[in-house]
């Protein structure tokens, strides 16, 4: 079985600041995928940034980017220049690739609050 | 392209009672997975079908229970409710050829008294 742990319940940043979101995994398998997910105030959860294992150069998406450390199973999400619309939860979450069944196991999350 | 929906958004049940939870997938999407969350226990993934077929389903009682219809919308049933079973229950789809990604609908929060 696979555990995603999120070790930041809550975290602050000063709008317009960087602010770096911690998880790590635990699988014993080789092929998977890590995502990060928003979940603002009004609980629709988006998703912010996927990963695949097998790509060694780290994902981005406009002011996101990952740092992902496959041996070390971690998978740190930045965010630069912040804004207010990012006040949100955020998740880490794992998916087996090839396992005939689209499962996600999810950390606890990460409150972001971004002050103005 | 519209998103995932999921009806009812607010529902009020009585212990005991039963309830059917309703998703509507994105267009073309063949996928939908089901997930509860709860302050203790976060997310928790509940069962996913594909084609009208339960492929996986997580550690939850047999009283949790779900479908899929050939317009890949899913309906989860959750009979003989508990106080515990108080929850956000988000439905997730997926385009599956080519595609791993989950979208997530606005959710039903299910308040058991």
């Known amino acids: 079985a696979q555990t995603v742990t999120q070790s930041q319940p809550e975290m602050s940043v000063q709008e317009a600041e960087t602010v770096t979101l911690s998880c790590t995994y635990d699988t014993s398998e080789n092929n998977y995928y890590l995502f990060w997910y928003k979940q603002p105030p009004s609980r629709q959860m988006i998703l912010v940034i996927r990963q695949e294992a097998y790509k060694q150069q780290n994902a981005t998406e406009n002011r996101f980017s990952v740092n992902f450390q496959k041996a070390a199973k971690s998978f740190s999400l930045k965010i630069s220049d912040s804004q207010l619309g990012d006040t949100a939860m955020y998740f880490c979450?794992?998916?087996?690739?090839?396992?005939?069944?689209?499962?996600?196991?999810f950390g606890k999350g990460t409150k972001l609050s971004v002050i103005p | 392209k519209a998103g995932v929906t999921q009806t009812p958004r607010y529902l009020i049940k009585t212990r005991g009672q039963q309830v059917t939870l309703s998703c509507s997938p994105i267009s073309g999407h063949r996928s939908v997975s089901w997930y509860q969350q709860t302050p203790g226990q976060g997310l928790q993934f509940l069962f996913e079908y594909f084609s009208e077929t339960q492929r996986n389903k997580g550690n939850f009682p047999g009283r949790f229970s779900g479908r899929q219809f050939s317009n890949s919308r899913s309906e989860m049933n959750v009979s003989t409710l508990e106080l515990g079973d108080s929850a956000l229950y988000l439905c997730?789809?997926?385009?599956?050829?080519?595609?791993?990604?989950?979208?997530f609908g606005p959710g039903t929060r299910l308040t058991v008294t």
């Open positions: 997730a789809s997926s385009l599956v050829q080519g595609s791993y990604e989950q979208y």
């Open positions: 979450a794992f998916m087996k690739s090839g396992a005939g069944s689209y499962q996600l196991t």
